[in-house]
Each structure stands twice: as C-alpha cells, then as structure tokens.
C-alpha cells in the first residue's frame, strides 16, 4: 500500500509524457509531410528528434530535481528519472517502423505519414482513456476525455491541410 501513490504518481508521468511525445511526434510528422524528404530521411529527422526530446526531458528534470532537493543528483535519480520520461521518445517507434518500410519500397513515403499521423491520433485517445481510467472516473467520463482527446489530435493533425 505504501508505493501505490508513487506507482500512481509515475504511471500519470509516464502518460503525460507520452502525450507530449506525442503532440510533439504529430508536428513533426506534420512537417514532414509538408518537405517532400526521403522516407530514411524522414526516419532519421524523427529519431533524432525523438532521442533529443528525451535527453532534454532528462536534462531538464535532473536540473529541477537538484534545484528542488538542494543536492547533486547521482546515477540513480537519472536512472529514476529516465524510468518515467522514456515515454516521450518511445512513441515514435511505430512511425519509425512505418518509415522505414516505406524505405524498404514496402509501402509510399507518403502512406507511411499517413498512417503515422493516424496512429498519433489514436495514441493520444488511448492515453487520455488511461489516465482517465488511473483516476477511476466513470465510463462516461472515459468515453468523453477520450473523445475529447481524439478530436484535438484530429484538429492538431489537420493542420497541416490549412497551411
């Protein structure tokens, strides 16, 4: 009973960047699709992307921690820290795995972002559902947040067609 707030605590981090990753991933994607690059080129510009988000996620939350404690942080608050931060980066592997298909001539480069800018739409239903469900709101309420969520990420995915 004791570690369920932390457990709780790190399960609504992890959500929350994963949620960030995400909005984050769609406006590359967006981007992207908006350059005219090579699917690797596109890969490459997202994992990058992706691995700088992470350490600067990183960087910044050992900078707080240590502001906050009044101490130098050591392997293990990053290990601590990485543990609930990984998420921002880890949602562009499937937009990673579908660019690189389109690389092996599997399928269009622009499929490929098609299909990744969908998959960051349902990412971000599945999170609000979750996060929703961490806070034992009733089914109408999960049914509504999620809602709500998809039709931001449809907004945020759209944007792209006004510009």
Same mark, same amino acid.
């Given at each position: 009973?004791?570690?369920?707030?932390?457990?709780?605590?790190?399960?609504?981090?992890?959500?929350?960047?994963?949620?960030?990753?995400?909005? @984050? &991933? #769609?406006? !590359?994607?967006?981007?992207?699709?908006?350059? +005219? /690059?090579?699917? *690797?080129?596109? $890969?490459?510009?997202?994992?990058?992307?992706?691995?700088?988000?992470?350490?600067?996620?990183?960087?910044?939350?050992?900078?707080?921690?240590?502001?906050?404690?009044?101490?130098?942080?050591?392997?293990?608050?990053?290990?601590?820290?990485?543990?609930?931060?990984?998420?921002?980066?880890?949602?562009?592997?499937?937009?990673? @795995? &579908? #660019?690189? !298909?389109?690389?092996?001539?599997?399928?269009? +480069? /622009?499929?490929? *972002?098609?299909? $990744?800018?969908?998959?960051?739409?349902?990412?971000?239903?599945?999170?609000?559902?979750?996060?929703?469900?961490?806070?034992?709101?009733?089914?109408?309420?999960?049914?509504?947040?999620?809602?709500?969520?998809?039709?931001?990420?449809?907004?945020?995915?759209?944007?792209?067609?006004?510009?």
């Amino acid at each position: 009973m004791g570690t369920e707030p932390k457990a709780h605590g790190d399960a609504s981090r992890r959500i929350s960047e994963a949620v960030y990753g995400t909005i @984050v &991933l #769609l406006a !590359a994607i967006d981007y992207l699709v908006q350059e +005219h /690059e090579g699917p *690797l080129e596109s $890969a490459v510009s997202i994992a990058g992307g992706a691995c700088v988000l992470f350490f600067a996620r990183l960087y910044s939350e050992a900078i707080a921690e240590r502001a906050a404690t009044n101490q130098r942080g050591g392997g293990e608050g990053l290990v601590r820290i990485a543990s609930v931060t990984w998420p921002v980066a880890a949602v562009a592997g499937p937009p990673l @795995v &579908l #660019l690189m !298909a389109a690389a092996l001539h599997a399928m269009s +480069h /622009e499929t490929a *972002l098609d299909v $990744a800018s969908g998959y960051c739409v349902v990412a971000l239903g599945v999170a609000s559902y979750v996060a929703a469900r961490l806070t034992h709101a009733s089914t109408m309420r999960r049914i509504l947040s999620t809602a709500l969520a998809l039709v931001v990420g449809l907004a945020l995915a759209g944007l792209k067609e006004l510009f």
